[in-house]
């Protein structure tokens, strides 16, 4: 009976042996599967990273370029507006039209002012009926040269000088520049037309003449 039992727990032991070896055969392969899915995930999760990445790139890329195309429909836009304000201005007033001089320099017809004093000035007011009702004051400009400075002006229905002056380089007599522009900013800030209710905008002729003090 002794020995019947003793065989039997032998048995027994034997089996629970080899049963434990089994089950950690068994964790060891479920280990190293769970280690080969980690590695995996984090395989897959710098690809995802990388492609983020590259992603974004691409879309910081296609923003600039898009900023890029608005600047440039922009000026495309702005450059059409100057266009067709400078054809509206040549309907009213053909540029081969060539004025006499006039001796008055706020007169009609002229583009060249006179008089016995140091700053002097002329507008352009021939044929579109618009003319100066307040004019840029030069007086305190002083210059060791006499010349001339023939500015362009858009002047819109309202009267009022829109842009920035531009100088005509082939009519004006000086390259000085800060001299060009003081007297641009006085006729931006100070020079006002006669206003015409529906007019188109229309390009003026404002010369200046400044004489040695």
């Known amino acids: 009976m002794k020995i019947a039992l ?17 089950l950690k ?21 710098h690809i995802n990273d990388s492609l983020s990445s590259e992603i974004k790139q691409k879309e910081n890329a296609l923003k600039n370029k898009q900023a890029t195309l608005d600047y440039r429909t922009k000026e495309l ?28 320099p706020f007169g009609t017809g002229g583009g060249n002012g006179s008089g016995n004093g140091s700053h002097t000035l002329g507008d352009d007011n021939g044929d579109g009926g618009r003319y100066l009702i307040k004019k840029p004051n030069t007086s305190a400009i002083s210059s060791e040269e006499s010349c001339r400075i023939v500015f362009q002006v858009m002047v819109d229905e309202n009267g009022e000088i829109i842009g920035i002056p531009t100088v005509s380089k082939i009519n004006t007599t000086t390259s000085d520049q800060v001299l060009i522009q003081k007297i641009s900013a006085i006729i931006k800030s100070q020079a ?22």
């Open 6 to 22: 003793f065989f039997s727990l032998l048995i027994a032991g034997i089996t629970f042996g080899q049963s434990k070896s089994d």
């Open 192 to 213: 006002k037309y006669n206003p015409v209710k529906g007019a188109p905008n229309k390009e003026e002729i404002i010369t200046i003449r400044i004489n040695p003090n």
């Open 25 to 45: 055969a068994q964790v060891v392969s479920y280990q190293q599967r769970l280690d080969s899915m980690n590695l995996v995930l984090e395989k897959t999760q």
């Open 77 to 104: 836009e702005d450059l059409n507006f100057q266009i067709e304000n400078l054809k509206s201005s040549k309907k009213e007033e053909p540029i081969s039209k060539i004025r006499p001089p006039n001796t008055n």
